[in-house]
């Protein structure tokens, strides 16, 4: 029998990045991204319960604009930094499995959340990621130190799928002994968690300034989802 998993979606940014856009309330696709994101969450078959992470004056809300979802749990305030937020959310988790998304990726896919949920049934944590195309160089001061072999790189995407419960210990180790954290599999990979990749998408993007707005809607529109 499948183990069962609950959503937390990290919605409780400050977007310092979007020029005054409340992102997380911005429309896309003639939604509240919010509300589109939780609903791609909702869709995945493997998803069976949904935690909402939010700033403590959007919790209502996000509240009444998710309150027909069947799925939706609870919504929380977050924290002052986003590893703090995902405690907030875990501590509402249940369930053996938990699914930590980016409430600014409202294009995720089910089978980009069915496939990252199904690995980490099996191997414990597990997050959609594509390869990196583009030649990165690793700088100091402006300077080139080393370029790294192309083929090894690959760029991870959310959700990102954990053992609940060794999540939850990982992130906490990881925020005593104040390690830089800039994803969950941070603290995964921190803890000897062993971290399985499944494919991602190019269009699974994170919203993070204006001119990716624009960027959604064609994809939507690509989709035939407007």
């Known amino acids: 029998m499948r183990k069962k998993c609950t959503a937390v979606i990290v919605a409780a940014g400050s977007a310092r990045r979007m020029q ?3 992102k997380i309330m ?3 696709g003639g939604k509240p991204m919010l509300l589109r994101t939780a609903q ?3 869709g995945s078959k493997r998803i069976d319960r949904v935690v909402i992470v939010t700033r403590a ?3 209502q809300e996000a509240r009444t604009l998710c309150a027909g979802m069947p799925k939706l749990q609870t919504v929380v305030a977050g924290g002052d930094s986003r590893a703090q937020s995902v405690l907030c959310g ?3 988790v249940e369930t053996p499995l938990v699914a930590i998304h980016d409430g600014a990726r409202p294009l995720v896919t089910k089978e980009i959340i ?3 949920v199904d690995a980490a049934e099996d191997c ?3 997050a959609p990621a594509v390869a990196v195309h583009d030649t990165i160089k690793v700088a100091k001061n402006g300077v080139v130190q080393a370029t790294p072999d192309r083929s090894t790189l690959f760029a991870v995407q959310t959700p990102q799928v954990f053992d609940t419960r060794k999540i939850k210990a990982a992130i906490c180790e990881a925020l005593a002994e104040g390690m830089p954290l800039t994803d969950d599999c ?3 990979e921190l803890a000897g968690m062993e971290v399985c990749l499944t494919q991602g998408s190019e269009e699974n993007l994170k919203i993070t300034v204006p001119s990716d707005l624009p960027l959604a809607d064609a994809v939507l529109k690509r989709r035939g989802s407007l």
């Open 90 to 92: 875990l501590d509402a």
């Open 186 to 188: 941070s603290a995964a």
């Open 57 to 59: 004056e959007l919790v």
């Open 40 to 42: 791609a969450l909702c």
């Open 26 to 28: 911005a429309q896309v």
């Open 20 to 22: 005054g856009i409340d």
């Open 124 to 126: 414990g944590a597990a």
């Open 114 to 116: 069915d496939a990252a």
